[in-house]
């Protein structure tokens, strides 16, 4: 991890814990933030529960991030929530471009630069997924497609001084148990920075690349020590505050000793 990019832990609940199980796992999660103060936590619960877990959380360190967002501010577009009603929430942050999103909802790099934008206007901080399928692993085009995928976003980061993450999630590791081994991660996290410095330093220097898939607490250690990664962006982990804070416990450790 790189010493001036605080690890940044987030947990994405997905389409579980909408209700009161959701309110008692955000409380769970800020008794953990006062055992790991050098790291950052931030849960992503859906959008039932935004605003109560929001309030729960606030002045608590623990942040709170949307899953999606339109990119549009208001309008006519049933079952869509806007930048400013997530910022009147309470979120802080919002994951974008997921590959559920993409694969299931026809997201492409191109509506991903869109609400990767429409984040940075309304003041949210997006966590940005990019990740290769097994198909194209197997291809031999992994770099070439998270390239790709960074390409579409990246001037829309530069052309903020917002700290930004980019979560590298490969697909095939996604609820799988399969998680890309600590050599792989850094292989594309690595690649990833690097293009970030070619944009711009300063840019490479506050924006915290994250990894996703499968990521548990007998894992955590071996990725989360890895030079480019500073963090984990995790879901089904997430869903028990036992195991979330296990993995806030392995990057607190690692922010110690470094
Ligand atoms: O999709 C993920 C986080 O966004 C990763 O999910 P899992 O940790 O369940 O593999």
Redesign the pocket.
Known sequence: MNPERRPLIAG?W?MFHGGNSGLALAADVVSIAKRVPHADLVISPPYTILGAVSLDCQGKKVAVAAQNLHAKDKGAFTGEISGPMLVESGCTWV?IG???RRQLFGETDATVAEKTAAALQYGLLPIV?VGETLAEREAGNTLAVVKRQVEAFLDILAGSDKAAAI?Y?PVW?????K?AGPAEAEEVHAAIRAWLVEKSPALAQRTRVLY?????PDNAKALLGCPNVDGA??????LDAASFGAIAEAAEALAIAR
């Open positions: 994405n997905k994951i997921h590959s559920e997924c979560a999630e590791a996604i609820g799988t148990g998680n996703g898939g499968s990521v548990k962006l995790i879901g089904g982990a997430s």
